[in-house]
């Protein structure tokens, strides 16, 4: 079914998951390179299809004003959220045995840091934006143990209230041990280890049954000098911050601050939103139908490559060897319809920051 004969083509797709660690990624990559050409194989991820991830290429590249300031110099941290509202309904036998941290960060999470950190690319070419991708990825630097037990946070839902509505918790979910230890919660802090992100940490959450739907990379700038406003009765300035929507709603969002009107200096919060329905009126696709057709036309830009692959899973086996080592002692840890396990803050905590409001 796969020859190419007679001028035809033959392309196949991937569905996640790629492996459920590195061994059995390199395994899988080596199986189907048995039978086909890497330009054959279309590893897919939903989230790449979607138009303002797609879109993260012409804000950073197209746009001259925001490129300059791309990088440690200006930016203080990054926080990538992916969270849900859902439990794991009718698929439990498959997430028990994958978990948060397998099913969404080296695929949907990875992606978002190598599109948010990457380099400019010579081209877009599939190759020349995907050569970009893998580098930032290969920089993610492995944590050590010691650092697991602090930069990594994992955690798992009990029963709670979402919309109002009783829910149970994960362990009583169809197809889940009663005794389960499968996280559905993970926040992790990343280091990039490359001249443009050197000492900028990437933040990075994902769960079920969290307190609201919605997919974000928020970009926090660093704080302006206070010394202009030393006598003034501005107490406090607030970091810029720039917002890409990714769901439900698909747009851009910059935070900044503006004088209050009045003979006394304050200054208060103002918020610039591009909404991509309320410009160009169309309804944002699931990506699925996006990438299909990329797949038909042969344009291999948004999906992954075999080593962006392995170097996603080798950046994050450290984690799994630990847990796998260390049991969690605390599950169920966080109620459904809450933000995830108090440790989470913490993470940032330590460092003097916090999470994102999300409304």
Same mark, same amino acid.
């Given at each position: 079914?796969?020859?190419?004969?007679?001028?035809?083509?033959?392309?196949?797709?991937?569905?996640?998951? =790629?492996?459920?660690?590195?061994?059995?990624?390199?395994?899988?990559?080596?199986?189907?390179?048995?039978?086909?050409?890497?330009?054959?194989?279309?590893?897919? *991820?939903?989230?790449?299809?979607?138009?303002?991830?797609?879109?993260?290429?012409? =804000?950073?590249?197209?746009?001259?004003? =925001?490129? %300059?300031?791309?990088?440690?110099?200006?930016?203080?941290?990054?926080?990538?959220?992916?969270?849900?509202?859902?439990?794991?309904?009718?698929?439990?036998?498959?997430?028990?045995?994958?978990?948060?941290?397998?099913?969404?960060?080296?695929?949907?999470?990875?992606?978002?840091?190598? /599109?948010?950190?990457?380099?400019?690319?010579?081209?877009?070419?599939?190759?020349?934006?995907?050569?970009?991708?893998?580098?930032?990825?290969?920089?993610?630097? %492995?944590?050590?143990?010691?650092?697991?037990?602090?930069?990594?946070?994992?955690?798992?839902?009990? #029963?709670?209230?979402?919309?109002? #509505?009783?829910?149970?918790?994960?362990?009583?979910?169809?197809?889940?041990?009663?005794?389960?230890?499968? #996280?559905?919660?993970?926040?992790?802090?990343?280091?990039?280890?490359?001249?443009?992100?050197?000492?900028?940490?990437?933040?990075?959450?994902?769960?079920?049954?969290?307190?609201?739907?919605?997919?974000?990379?928020?970009?926090?700038?660093?704080?302006?000098?206070?010394?202009?406003?030393?006598?003034?009765?501005?107490?406090?300035?607030?970091?810029?911050?720039?917002?890409?929507?990714?769901?439900?709603?698909?747009?851009?969002?910059?935070?900044?601050?503006?004088?209050?009107?009045?003979?006394?200096?304050?200054?208060?919060?103002?918020?610039?939103?591009?909404?991509?329905? *309320?410009?160009?009126?169309?309804?944002?696709?699931?990506?699925?139908?996006?990438?299909?057709? !990329?797949?038909?036309?042969?344009?291999?830009?948004? =999906?992954?490559?075999? !080593?962006?692959?392995?170097?996603?899973?080798?950046?994050?086996?450290?984690? /799994? !060897?630990?847990?796998?080592? /260390?049991?969690?002692? *605390?599950?169920?840890?966080? %109620?459904?319809?809450?933000?995830?396990?108090? #440790?989470?803050?913490? /993470?940032?905590?330590?460092?003097?920051?916090?999470?994102?409001?999300?409304?």
């Amino acid at each position: 079914m796969v020859q190419e004969t007679g001028g035809h083509w033959r392309r196949v797709i991937i569905e996640k998951p =790629f492996g459920h660690d590195l061994e059995s990624a390199r395994a899988l990559n080596v199986t189907l390179r048995e039978v086909l050409d890497e330009r054959q194989i279309y590893r897919i *991820d939903h989230y790449l299809g979607k138009e303002t991830v797609q879109n993260m290429i012409i =804000f950073r590249f197209a746009n001259g004003i =925001f490129e %300059p300031i791309w990088n440690r110099r200006y930016i203080d941290h990054l926080q990538i959220t992916a969270a849900e509202t859902l439990g794991v309904g009718s698929r439990g036998a498959y997430y028990d045995q994958a978990g948060a941290l397998r099913d969404m960060v080296p695929n949907h999470l990875f992606q978002l840091v190598s /599109l948010t950190a990457m380099e400019p690319p010579v081209s877009f070419l599939a190759d020349a934006v995907r050569n970009e991708q893998a580098k930032v990825i290969d920089a993610i630097q %492995p944590l050590t143990p010691q650092e697991v037990l602090t930069f990594a946070i994992r955690g798992q839902y009990g #029963e709670g209230f979402i919309g109002g #509505e009783r829910v149970p918790a994960y362990r009583s979910e169809p197809n889940v041990p009663p005794d389960s230890n499968t #996280e559905t919660f993970v926040a992790l802090k990343l280091r990039i280890d490359n001249w443009r992100w050197a000492g900028v940490p990437f933040y990075l959450r994902t769960g079920k049954r969290l307190a609201k739907t919605v997919s974000e990379i928020a970009i926090q700038f660093k704080q302006a000098p206070f010394r202009l406003f030393r006598n003034t009765p501005v107490e406090s300035l607030q970091t810029n911050e720039l917002v890409i929507h990714i769901q439900p709603e698909e747009g851009v969002s910059l935070r900044f601050g503006a004088k209050i009107p009045g003979p006394i200096m304050r200054i208060g919060p103002v918020e610039m939103d591009f909404n991509y329905a *309320d410009c160009f009126g169309s309804t944002p696709s699931t990506g699925y139908e996006r990438l299909i057709y !990329d797949c038909m036309i042969g344009d291999a830009t948004l =999906f992954q490559r075999a !080593d962006m692959v392995e170097a996603a899973w080798n950046a994050i086996m450290p984690v /799994l !060897d630990l847990w796998k080592a /260390l049991p969690p002692r *605390d599950f169920p840890n966080y %109620p459904a319809g809450s933000w995830g396990p108090p #440790e989470a803050d913490e /993470l940032l905590a330590r460092d003097g920051r916090q999470w994102r409001r999300v409304e």
